[in-house]
């Protein structure tokens, strides 16, 4: 009888290391709005077996709304721009995490910066849904982008947002994060700037800045560079590898084909996205989404075979994310 035990508990004990290497057959997603404990305001944590994929920054002490990103061993991947006690760090601080934004926003109450967010504020105002489900996590918030002057009523307000982030793991091998953001104009205006400062945006932790010569970016059309800039109305796809310690990173940003589009901006120390100016007027809305796909490599894409290989898999990518979200003409 004995020996039956030691047998089911040697059985007992394989299984449960099993699970442990390989990861529990029904992950959970959970996702909670708590007090930041590393960096001013608070966060939506967003996680898988208790893991930590990635948090809604927002509140006291922030200046804009972004969205941090970690990686396989819970490192960051995106850049804060903040140390705990608020002060700005690193180089380019108001880069964080994949975010949004343009340095020359027109109006009535003048130009005003929302990149660098000169005396200006991007604001969450209210959670409209946070919720986990077996296969992801879904963040909707209500967002206000404030200008730096007033009008003769009192009011500074630009644009109201809304932002839905759906997160997820396909296959446990890539963190996919789907964000669509939906503007709203509070005033007629025009999204202004250059494509270095305007747009959407991935930036990846500040040790990259300090490596950048081991970063390295491909995009579709292959088209040629201007320093670190790419003129196409036609732009599907970006693709950045980058070092975090002793591992190796790629994001890829999809870019929906219903986006409007003009150039894509990238820079060696792991800031890239795209951009468009557009004028709104009052009470128009303009609506634009993105993939944005995380994932671990085991080495640098440097050889040309490991590029096109690279090229092959951001493609498939971009296609899947097209026939799974059909997007309206």
Known sequence: ?????????????????????????????TV???ANPNLPGRRVEVRLDNRLIAALIYGEGQTKVYLHVYGDEGEPLTNSGLTSDGKPFGLYPHHRGIFI?????????????????????????????????????????????????KDEKGSDLLLTEKRKIVISRPKEKRTQIDMTFVLTAERDL?????????????RAVNEVAERRQETSYIWEPQLPTDGGRVASKELKWARLVF????????????????????????????RFGFFFR???????????????????????????????????????LYEDFVKQFPFAE
């Open 243 to 270: 070092p975090v310690g002793k591992n190796w990173y790629a994001c890829t940003i999809l870019n929906a084909p219903t986006n409007p589009t003009e150039e894509l901006s990238w820079r060696d120390y792991g």
């Open 1 to 29: 009888m004995r020996g039956v035990f030691l047998k089911f508990g040697w059985l007992l004990c394989l299984a449960v290391g099993a699970n442990f290497a390989f990861g529990s057959q029904n992950p959970k997603w």
């Open 278 to 316: 557009r004028s709104l007027r009052k009470g128009e809305t303009l609506t634009v989404s993105y993939r944005f796909v995380i994932e671990r490599l085991s080495e640098p894409e440097r050889t040309q075979e490991n590029k096109e290989k690279a090229r092959k898999l951001a493609q498939a």
């Open 190 to 202: 025009t999204l202004d700037g250059d494509c270095h400062h305007a747009g959407i945006h991935f």
């Open 101 to 149: 934004g343009w340095n020359r926003i027109r109006s009535q109450l003048g130009v005003d910066d929302l990149w660098h967010m000169t005396r200006t504020q991007i604001k969450l105002q209210r959670l409209d849904e946070i919720r986990a489900t077996d296969e992801e996590v879904t963040i909707t918030a209500t967002i206000t982008w404030h200008s730096a002057q």
């Open 32 to 34: 909670l709005d708590v």
